[in-house]
């Protein structure tokens, strides 16, 4: 939740390739206080099963760029190993083109930023939503 004096964010995959959500997705958090600062390492965690990450770590007072850092190369191993065990026909068998994905992006305190990353095994996109 932001504040005053923080800025507070979130996230969500979708899968394009398949039109639903990426489960079990790792994601890390780090957060720096301008430009020249240091990046720190907040903390992270995974997507649910509805593909969003709802227990980031809190943004500390004074942060004005965040990053974050998508683990996809996991996802899509599993996702391509679970295809195999369906017998599924393959469009492609190359693994993550991307094996992860990072975005960075200014905050402002007092404002929430949800920012969904859109996902497929060869390509990505973001933006900020609401």
């Not at 923080?6 to 996230?11: E, H």
């Not at 200014?106 to 996109?125: D, I």
Request: with cysteine; glycine share 8%.
């Amino acid at each position: 939740m932001s504040t005053a004096t923080t800025a507070s964010v979130s996230t969500h995959i979708l899968d394009t390739s398949i039109g639903r959500p990426a489960e079990g997705v790792a994601i890390s958090l780090t957060a720096r206080s301008g430009s020249d600062a240091e990046w720190v390492a907040l903390g992270g965690s995974a997507t649910d099963a509805d593909g969003r990450c709802k227990d980031l770590p809190a943004l500390p007072e004074g942060t004005t760029h965040v990053r974050l850092d998508f683990e996809t190369e996991a996802y899509f191993a599993s996702k391509k190993q679970a295809e195999a065990q369906q017998d599924a026909p393959r469009v492609r068998d190359s693994g993550a083109f991307f094996p992860e994905v990072a975005i960075t992006f200014a905050v402002v305190p007092g404002e929430h930023f949800h920012v969904p990353l859109l996902l497929n095994p060869f390509g990505y996109s973001v933006y900020r939503g609401s």
